[in-house]
Protein backbone atom coordinates (compact mmCIF):
# COMPACT_ATOMS: atom_id res chain seq x y z
CA UNK A 1 0.00 0.00 0.00
CA UNK A 2 1.60 3.38 -1.17
CA UNK A 3 1.05 5.79 2.60
CA UNK A 4 2.40 8.63 0.93
CA UNK A 5 -0.98 9.43 -0.77
CA UNK A 6 -4.34 9.90 1.16
CA UNK A 7 -7.32 7.73 0.02
CA UNK A 8 -10.15 8.46 -2.34
CA UNK A 9 -12.99 7.48 -0.83
CA UNK A 10 -15.75 5.89 -2.64
CA UNK A 11 -18.55 8.66 -1.20
CA UNK A 12 -17.57 11.20 1.51
CA UNK A 13 -20.85 12.97 2.71
CA UNK A 14 -19.03 15.66 4.61
CA UNK A 15 -18.30 17.79 2.09
CA UNK A 16 -21.84 18.20 1.11
CA UNK A 17 -23.19 19.36 4.90
CA UNK A 18 -20.10 21.45 5.01
CA UNK A 19 -21.41 23.25 2.35
CA UNK A 20 -24.75 23.96 3.59
CA UNK A 21 -23.49 23.32 7.33
CA UNK A 22 -24.79 26.79 8.19
CA UNK A 23 -28.51 26.77 6.85
CA UNK A 24 -28.94 22.79 7.52
CA UNK A 25 -28.17 23.56 11.73
CA UNK A 26 -30.76 26.72 11.71
CA UNK A 27 -33.27 24.67 10.31
CA UNK A 28 -32.29 22.00 12.81
CA UNK A 29 -32.31 23.76 15.43
CA UNK A 30 -35.87 25.83 14.65
CA UNK A 31 -37.42 22.27 14.62
CA UNK A 32 -35.56 21.76 18.48
CA UNK A 33 -37.10 24.89 19.01
CA UNK A 34 -40.68 23.91 17.84
CA UNK A 35 -40.24 20.20 19.08
CA UNK A 36 -42.62 19.97 15.96
CA UNK A 37 -40.86 16.51 15.06
CA UNK A 38 -43.51 14.71 13.34
CA UNK A 39 -45.33 15.81 10.56
CA UNK A 40 -43.90 19.67 11.16
CA UNK A 41 -44.81 22.40 7.97
CA UNK A 42 -41.45 21.18 6.37
CA UNK A 43 -42.94 18.31 5.61
CA UNK A 44 -45.66 19.07 3.46
CA UNK A 45 -43.11 21.71 2.13
CA UNK A 46 -40.70 19.49 0.79
CA UNK A 47 -43.44 17.52 -0.50
CA UNK A 48 -44.46 20.17 -2.58
CA UNK A 49 -41.23 21.37 -3.93
CA UNK A 50 -40.63 17.85 -5.00
CA UNK A 51 -43.55 17.07 -6.97
CA UNK A 52 -42.54 20.21 -8.69
CA UNK A 53 -39.15 19.15 -9.26
CA UNK A 54 -40.01 15.92 -10.54
CA UNK A 55 -43.27 17.26 -12.79
CA UNK A 56 -45.88 15.36 -10.81
CA UNK A 57 -49.27 16.93 -9.30
CA UNK A 58 -48.45 14.64 -5.78
CA UNK A 59 -45.83 13.62 -3.80
CA UNK A 60 -46.00 11.69 -0.37
CA UNK A 61 -42.93 11.43 1.49
CA UNK A 62 -41.88 8.41 3.61
CA UNK A 63 -39.41 6.92 6.36
CA UNK A 64 -37.36 5.24 3.15
CA UNK A 65 -37.08 3.83 0.03
CA UNK A 66 -38.75 0.47 0.63
CA UNK A 67 -41.59 1.70 2.41
CA UNK A 68 -42.21 3.65 -0.53
CA UNK A 69 -42.37 0.60 -3.21
CA UNK A 70 -44.30 -1.04 -0.62
CA UNK A 71 -47.03 1.60 -0.41
CA UNK A 72 -47.35 2.33 -3.99
CA UNK A 73 -48.01 -1.45 -4.64
CA UNK A 74 -50.19 -1.91 -1.93
CA UNK A 75 -52.18 1.30 -3.15
CA UNK A 76 -52.30 -0.43 -6.48
CA UNK A 77 -54.07 -3.37 -5.03
CA UNK A 78 -51.43 -5.43 -5.55
CA UNK A 79 -51.59 -8.28 -2.87
CA UNK A 80 -51.39 -12.39 -3.30
CA UNK A 81 -51.55 -14.59 -6.20
CA UNK A 82 -50.58 -11.45 -8.10
CA UNK A 83 -47.55 -11.38 -10.02
CA UNK A 84 -44.57 -8.46 -10.04
CA UNK A 85 -42.29 -8.13 -13.05
CA UNK A 86 -39.03 -6.05 -12.37
CA UNK A 87 -35.28 -6.61 -13.46
CA UNK A 88 -32.94 -9.36 -11.77
CA UNK A 89 -30.42 -7.14 -11.74
CA UNK A 90 -31.70 -4.15 -8.29
CA UNK A 91 -31.00 -3.69 -4.81
CA UNK A 92 -33.03 -6.37 -3.20
CA UNK A 93 -35.66 -3.74 -1.57
CA UNK A 94 -37.21 -3.68 -5.16
CA UNK A 95 -38.43 -7.71 -4.62
CA UNK A 96 -39.34 -7.49 -0.81
CA UNK A 97 -41.55 -4.47 -1.36
CA UNK A 98 -43.82 -6.95 -3.66
CA UNK A 99 -42.81 -9.81 -1.59
CA UNK A 100 -44.20 -7.52 1.87
CA UNK A 101 -47.79 -6.89 -0.41
CA UNK A 102 -47.94 -10.96 -0.59
CA UNK A 103 -47.02 -10.79 -4.23
CA UNK A 104 -44.46 -12.64 -5.89
CA UNK A 105 -41.57 -10.65 -8.06
CA UNK A 106 -41.12 -11.92 -11.49
CA UNK A 107 -37.44 -11.74 -12.44
CA UNK A 108 -36.60 -10.41 -15.67
CA UNK A 109 -33.12 -10.22 -17.48
CA UNK A 110 -31.17 -7.36 -18.01
CA UNK A 111 -29.91 -5.51 -21.11
CA UNK A 112 -26.66 -3.67 -22.09
CA UNK A 113 -27.73 -0.82 -20.30
CA UNK A 114 -28.15 -2.64 -16.73
CA UNK A 115 -31.52 -2.17 -17.06
CA UNK A 116 -34.17 -4.73 -17.51
CA UNK A 117 -34.58 -6.17 -20.75
CA UNK A 118 -38.12 -4.24 -22.42
CA UNK A 119 -37.44 -7.33 -25.30
CA UNK A 120 -37.83 -10.03 -22.10
CA UNK A 121 -40.86 -8.63 -20.38
CA UNK A 122 -43.68 -10.00 -23.03
CA UNK A 123 -43.13 -13.24 -21.97
CA UNK A 124 -43.07 -12.90 -18.78
CA UNK A 125 -46.54 -11.81 -18.78
CA UNK A 126 -49.23 -14.16 -17.29
CA UNK A 127 -53.21 -13.81 -16.28
CA UNK A 128 -51.27 -13.03 -12.33
CA UNK A 129 -49.20 -9.82 -13.69
CA UNK A 130 -50.67 -6.84 -12.09
CA UNK A 131 -47.82 -4.54 -12.93
CA UNK A 132 -43.85 -3.74 -13.88
CA UNK A 133 -41.77 -2.19 -11.73
CA UNK A 134 -38.58 -1.32 -14.09
CA UNK A 135 -35.35 0.53 -11.81
CA UNK A 136 -33.87 3.46 -12.99
CA UNK A 137 -31.03 1.29 -11.93
CA UNK A 138 -27.37 3.33 -11.21
CA UNK A 139 -29.04 6.58 -12.52
CA UNK A 140 -29.73 5.20 -15.99
CA UNK A 141 -33.36 5.83 -17.06
CA UNK A 142 -35.00 2.56 -18.41
CA UNK A 143 -36.64 2.12 -21.24
CA UNK A 144 -40.15 3.91 -20.66
CA UNK A 145 -41.97 3.92 -23.95
CA UNK A 146 -41.32 0.24 -24.49
CA UNK A 147 -42.39 -0.35 -20.90
CA UNK A 148 -45.63 2.14 -21.40
CA UNK A 149 -46.64 -0.08 -24.61
CA UNK A 150 -46.74 -3.56 -23.36
CA UNK A 151 -48.49 -1.51 -19.84
CA UNK A 152 -51.02 -0.58 -22.32
CA UNK A 153 -51.43 -3.48 -24.29
CA UNK A 154 -51.70 -5.61 -21.44
CA UNK A 155 -53.62 -3.65 -19.05
CA UNK A 156 -51.36 -3.36 -15.98
CA UNK A 157 -49.82 -0.68 -13.77
CA UNK A 158 -46.37 0.74 -13.96
CA UNK A 159 -44.11 0.95 -10.53
CA UNK A 160 -40.60 3.34 -11.25
CA UNK A 161 -37.90 2.48 -8.90
CA UNK A 162 -36.13 6.13 -8.97
CA UNK A 163 -34.66 5.59 -5.89
CA UNK A 164 -31.03 5.70 -8.03
CA UNK A 165 -32.26 8.48 -10.37
CA UNK A 166 -33.38 11.66 -8.75
CA UNK A 167 -33.47 14.37 -11.90
CA UNK A 168 -32.70 12.12 -14.46
CA UNK A 169 -34.32 12.66 -17.83
CA UNK A 170 -35.75 10.22 -20.51
CA UNK A 171 -36.58 12.01 -23.54
CA UNK A 172 -36.29 15.70 -22.14
CA UNK A 173 -38.66 14.61 -19.20
CA UNK A 174 -37.56 13.77 -15.64
CA UNK A 175 -38.78 10.28 -14.30
CA UNK A 176 -41.49 10.36 -11.66
CA UNK A 177 -44.90 10.68 -14.16
CA UNK A 178 -43.92 8.02 -16.93
CA UNK A 179 -45.27 5.38 -14.84
CA UNK A 180 -48.44 5.19 -12.18
CA UNK A 181 -46.39 5.91 -9.48
CA UNK A 182 -42.56 6.77 -9.17
CA UNK A 183 -40.63 5.99 -5.81
CA UNK A 184 -37.66 7.77 -4.50
CA UNK A 185 -35.23 7.45 -1.57
CA UNK A 186 -33.71 9.78 0.03
CA UNK A 187 -31.00 7.60 1.38
CA UNK A 188 -28.02 9.64 2.98
CA UNK A 189 -25.54 8.26 -0.11
CA UNK A 190 -28.38 9.10 -2.90
CA UNK A 191 -28.45 11.90 -5.18
CA UNK A 192 -30.74 13.76 -3.05
CA UNK A 193 -30.01 12.18 0.36
CA UNK A 194 -31.36 12.99 3.78
CA UNK A 195 -29.42 12.88 7.51
CA UNK A 196 -31.04 9.24 8.11
CA UNK A 197 -33.90 7.17 5.98
CA UNK A 198 -36.21 9.07 3.56
CA UNK A 199 -38.30 8.27 0.89
CA UNK A 200 -41.30 9.53 -0.91
CA UNK A 201 -43.99 7.95 -3.69
CA UNK A 202 -44.37 10.98 -6.82
CA UNK A 203 -47.52 10.25 -8.90
CA UNK A 204 -50.16 12.31 -10.75
CA UNK A 205 -52.92 9.59 -9.51
CA UNK A 206 -55.21 11.35 -6.68
CA UNK A 207 -56.06 8.02 -6.33
CA UNK A 208 -52.48 6.96 -5.45
CA UNK A 209 -51.57 9.38 -3.89
CA UNK A 210 -54.43 9.40 -1.14
CA UNK A 211 -54.16 5.76 -0.10
CA UNK A 212 -50.71 6.06 0.05
CA UNK A 213 -50.73 8.71 2.71
CA UNK A 214 -53.28 7.01 4.47
CA UNK A 215 -51.68 3.88 4.46
CA UNK A 216 -48.39 5.78 5.88
CA UNK A 217 -50.13 7.12 8.79
CA UNK A 218 -52.23 4.35 10.57
CA UNK A 219 -55.09 4.73 7.98
CA UNK A 220 -55.95 8.18 9.08
CA UNK A 221 -57.20 11.59 7.93
CA UNK A 222 -58.21 12.47 11.90
CA UNK A 223 -56.34 11.36 15.31
CA UNK A 224 -57.44 8.36 16.27
CA UNK A 225 -59.85 8.10 13.54
CA UNK A 226 -58.72 5.04 10.65
CA UNK A 227 -60.16 4.61 7.45
CA UNK A 228 -57.82 1.40 7.11
CA UNK A 229 -55.35 -0.78 8.15
CA UNK A 230 -52.04 1.55 7.99
CA UNK A 231 -48.80 1.89 9.31
CA UNK A 232 -46.21 4.50 10.69
CA UNK A 233 -43.88 4.82 7.47
CA UNK A 234 -43.86 8.87 7.64
CA UNK A 235 -40.87 11.17 7.02
CA UNK A 236 -39.38 12.92 10.07
CA UNK A 237 -39.96 16.60 9.76
CA UNK A 238 -35.96 16.95 10.38
CA UNK A 239 -35.07 15.12 7.66
CA UNK A 240 -37.83 16.84 5.53
CA UNK A 241 -36.20 20.29 6.11
CA UNK A 242 -32.84 18.87 5.26
CA UNK A 243 -33.94 17.72 2.14
CA UNK A 244 -35.97 20.97 1.29
CA UNK A 245 -31.87 22.65 1.74
CA UNK A 246 -30.52 20.22 -0.54
CA UNK A 247 -33.31 20.39 -3.32
CA UNK A 248 -32.79 23.11 -5.01
CA UNK A 249 -29.06 22.23 -5.93
CA UNK A 250 -29.63 18.70 -6.95
CA UNK A 251 -29.59 19.70 -10.44
CA UNK A 252 -26.00 21.79 -10.25
CA UNK A 253 -24.80 18.10 -8.06
CA UNK A 254 -26.01 16.05 -11.07
CA UNK A 255 -24.24 18.11 -13.42
CA UNK A 256 -20.87 18.01 -11.43
CA UNK A 257 -21.80 13.34 -11.50
CA UNK A 258 -22.18 13.58 -15.26
CA UNK A 259 -19.05 15.82 -15.74
CA UNK A 260 -16.82 13.02 -13.80
CA UNK A 261 -18.55 10.55 -15.44
CA UNK A 262 -17.80 12.14 -18.87
CA UNK A 263 -13.95 12.23 -18.15
CA UNK A 264 -13.83 8.70 -16.99
CA UNK A 265 -16.01 8.18 -20.09
CA UNK A 266 -12.96 9.51 -21.88
CA UNK A 267 -10.26 7.73 -20.90
CA UNK A 268 -11.98 4.52 -20.22
CA UNK A 269 -12.68 4.40 -24.23
CA UNK A 270 -9.00 3.62 -24.38
CA UNK A 271 -8.72 0.84 -21.92
CA UNK A 272 -9.31 -2.57 -24.06
CA UNK A 273 -9.82 -4.75 -20.62
CA UNK A 274 -12.47 -2.28 -19.24
CA UNK A 275 -15.96 -0.90 -20.63
CA UNK A 276 -17.77 1.83 -19.07
CA UNK A 277 -21.25 2.13 -18.64
CA UNK A 278 -23.92 2.57 -21.63
CA UNK A 279 -26.47 5.26 -22.48
CA UNK A 280 -28.99 4.41 -24.59
CA UNK A 281 -30.44 7.82 -26.74
CA UNK A 282 -32.72 9.93 -25.65
CA UNK A 283 -31.82 9.73 -21.78
CA UNK A 284 -29.47 11.56 -19.81
CA UNK A 285 -28.37 9.50 -16.60
CA UNK A 286 -27.48 11.32 -13.73
CA UNK A 287 -24.54 8.59 -12.40
CA UNK A 288 -25.47 7.86 -9.00
CA UNK A 289 -23.27 4.88 -9.70
CA UNK A 290 -20.51 4.89 -12.31
CA UNK A 291 -20.06 1.19 -13.10
CA UNK A 292 -17.71 -0.33 -15.34
CA UNK A 293 -17.21 -4.15 -16.42
CA UNK A 294 -14.30 -5.99 -16.66
CA UNK A 295 -13.18 -9.06 -17.38
CA UNK A 296 -10.58 -9.36 -14.80
CA UNK A 297 -12.16 -7.61 -11.92
CA UNK A 298 -10.10 -8.80 -9.71
CA UNK A 299 -6.90 -7.53 -11.06
CA UNK A 300 -8.26 -3.65 -10.46
CA UNK A 301 -9.76 -4.62 -6.95
CA UNK A 302 -5.87 -5.68 -6.11
CA UNK A 303 -4.67 -2.09 -7.73
CA UNK A 304 -7.48 0.26 -6.10
CA UNK A 305 -6.61 -1.57 -2.96
CA UNK A 306 -2.82 -0.81 -3.44
CA UNK A 307 -3.42 2.68 -4.09
CA UNK A 308 -5.79 3.44 -1.77
CA UNK A 309 -8.73 3.93 -3.74
CA UNK A 310 -12.02 3.00 -2.53
CA UNK A 311 -14.64 1.43 -4.78
CA UNK A 312 -18.26 -0.77 -4.82
CA UNK A 313 -19.99 -3.99 -6.54
CA UNK A 314 -23.62 -3.13 -7.11
CA UNK A 315 -24.58 -5.84 -6.95
CA UNK A 316 -22.40 -8.88 -5.58
CA UNK A 317 -25.41 -11.51 -5.74
CA UNK A 318 -28.21 -11.28 -8.20
CA UNK A 319 -31.87 -11.45 -6.23
CA UNK A 320 -32.38 -14.58 -7.87
CA UNK A 321 -29.21 -16.14 -6.32
CA UNK A 322 -29.86 -14.61 -2.62
CA UNK A 323 -31.03 -17.45 0.31
CA UNK A 324 -33.97 -15.06 0.28
CA UNK A 325 -35.12 -15.57 -3.07
CA UNK A 326 -34.32 -19.31 -3.33
CA UNK A 327 -37.99 -20.08 -2.89
CA UNK A 328 -38.60 -19.01 -6.72
CA UNK A 329 -36.21 -21.58 -7.73
CA UNK A 330 -34.60 -20.04 -10.54
CA UNK A 331 -30.94 -22.03 -10.78
CA UNK A 332 -27.65 -20.20 -12.11
CA UNK A 333 -28.22 -20.04 -15.90
CA UNK A 334 -31.43 -18.30 -15.19
CA UNK A 335 -30.62 -15.07 -16.40
CA UNK A 336 -27.05 -14.99 -18.08
CA UNK A 337 -26.42 -11.38 -18.08
CA UNK A 338 -27.59 -10.64 -14.69
CA UNK A 339 -25.26 -13.06 -13.52
CA UNK A 340 -22.37 -12.30 -15.75
CA UNK A 341 -22.69 -8.66 -14.46
CA UNK A 342 -22.38 -9.50 -11.00
CA UNK A 343 -18.68 -11.32 -11.50
CA UNK A 344 -17.54 -8.47 -13.89
CA UNK A 345 -18.88 -4.61 -12.32
CA UNK A 346 -17.08 -2.63 -10.25
CA UNK A 347 -18.59 1.02 -8.88
CA UNK A 348 -15.76 4.17 -9.30
CA UNK A 349 -16.07 6.73 -6.75
CA UNK A 350 -18.95 9.01 -7.15
CA UNK A 351 -19.67 12.27 -5.85
CA UNK A 352 -20.19 15.79 -6.76
CA UNK A 353 -17.68 16.98 -4.98
CA UNK A 354 -14.82 14.33 -6.12
CA UNK A 355 -11.55 16.29 -7.12
CA UNK A 356 -9.88 16.34 -10.72
CA UNK A 357 -6.83 14.95 -9.08
CA UNK A 358 -9.00 12.05 -7.14
CA UNK A 359 -10.31 11.70 -10.18
CA UNK A 360 -7.11 10.81 -11.75
CA UNK A 361 -6.08 8.74 -9.65
CA UNK A 362 -8.97 6.15 -10.42
CA UNK A 363 -7.92 6.54 -14.04
CA UNK A 364 -3.91 5.71 -13.42
CA UNK A 365 -4.85 2.95 -11.26
CA UNK A 366 -7.47 1.23 -14.22
CA UNK A 367 -4.77 2.12 -16.27
CA UNK A 368 -2.33 0.22 -14.58
CA UNK A 369 -5.07 -2.23 -14.32
CA UNK A 370 -5.39 -2.50 -18.06
CA UNK A 371 -1.73 -2.65 -18.42
CA UNK A 372 -0.98 -5.77 -16.22
CA UNK A 373 -4.12 -7.44 -17.58
CA UNK A 374 -2.60 -7.13 -20.85
CA UNK A 375 0.79 -8.69 -19.69
CA UNK A 376 -1.19 -11.60 -18.71
C1 LIG B 1 -31.81 2.59 -2.17
C2 LIG B 1 -32.71 1.77 -3.02
C3 LIG B 1 -33.95 1.32 -2.58
C4 LIG B 1 -34.39 1.42 -1.15
O1 LIG B 1 -34.34 2.66 -0.58
P1 LIG B 1 -34.18 2.81 1.00
O2 LIG B 1 -34.44 4.26 1.21
O3 LIG B 1 -32.80 2.41 1.36
O4 LIG B 1 -35.20 1.96 1.65
C5 LIG B 1 -34.76 0.66 -3.48
N1 LIG B 1 -34.38 0.43 -4.74
C6 LIG B 1 -33.18 0.84 -5.20
C7 LIG B 1 -32.83 0.57 -6.62
C8 LIG B 1 -32.30 1.50 -4.35
O5 LIG B 1 -31.10 1.88 -4.81
Known sequence: MDDSEPSVPFLDLSLQYQELKAEIDTAVASIFASTSFIMGPAVEEFEQAFARYC??????????????????LLAMNIGPGDEVITAANSFIATAEAISFCGATPRLVDVDETANIDVRQIESAINQRTKAILPVH?????????????????????????????????????????FGNA????FYPGK???????GGAVVTNDAAIAEKVRLLRNHGSVKKYHHEMIGHNFRLDTIQAAILKIKLPHLDEWNERRSKIASR???????LSAITGPVTAPGREPVFHLYVIEAQRREVIEKVFREENISYGIHYPVPIHRQPAYAFLGQPVGTF?????????????????????????RVLRALEKAASLVAAI
Open 55 to 72: GAKHCVSLHSGTAALHLA
Open 137 to 177: LYGQPADMDGIVALAKAHGLFILEDACQAHGAMYKGRRVGT
Open 182 to 185: TCFS
Open 191 to 197: NLGAAGD
Open 264 to 270: YDQHIGN
Open 336 to 360: PRTEMLAGRILSLPMYPELTVAQQD
